[in-house]
């Protein structure tokens, strides 16, 4: 998050907490005696003053500020992402999804610019992620694409069966009931909703496979599946005359599974999921358009 949306978040919080001790129809005073109670700018103050009259916490006209209610959760926005913990994702969906084909040369202070992050995450990230082996480094900070492969594929599709397989035995051996139960409700309400509604599968998919991995308490198994989620949903080539259909079946499947882990059926649990991974490697197989 950057300086200047701390700063406005971190007055605004001071700001609400004075406005829940007063009185609705009450003043406000001017933008110096609230930028002096609260310790902030006035240029942070008129930031937001301006936020809480469209949330409609208070009436601002001319110099007059009134509360019109008690501040809520709504009144304070989430804070804006920083741009340089959502590079990695929005960097994977761009060699993915874009017309980056194998080959291409990426140069980190270019990869800089498109993204608006420091050279120092872009290099950072491409160091972390080129043992993934989409990328390879090349002198004078430049990398070049590999490209998806069906070998790459393959070898993905290898490591995740090997880290999920244990984790799945972990999770059922000692499932969070709430959040396993929690998770099959939003499947089912993805299922009973209109089928342009499956287009949002991947997210609820990367839900699946994290809680699956949290299971296992190992820190690598989270950041590894991070990078297969991006890859399996995300990649350019994927054939779209089939995407509904792949997405209402691997729904089905991890309904299934976590049915199973409610109903205390580990062993069935385990296999369901061993069948969902078999699933999903072959769907990938078929579905992507390989040179």
Known sequence: MSRRNQTFLAGLD????ALAGMDPGQGLGSEQEIAARLGLSRTTVRGILAHLAETGLIAWEGR???LLRAPGPQDRPEAAPDPAETFPERFLGWILEGDVPPGTALNESELSRRFGVPVSAVRDFLIRFEPMGLIEKEPNRHWRLKG???AFAA???DMRELIEMQAVRALVAAPDRGKVAALAEAHRRLLSGPEAGLAEFPGLDAQFHALVC???GNRFFGEFMQRISIIVHYHYQWRKDDEFARNRGAAEEHLAVLGAILGGRGEEAVRLFADHLATARGN???SVAWD
């Open 155 to 157: 070898e993905m599709f």
């Open 148 to 150: 998806f492969t069906r």
């Open 284 to 286: 990938l197989l078929r």
């Open 214 to 216: 949290d299971a296992a």
């Open 14 to 17: 001071r700001m609400l907490g």
């Open 64 to 66: 007059q500020k009134r």
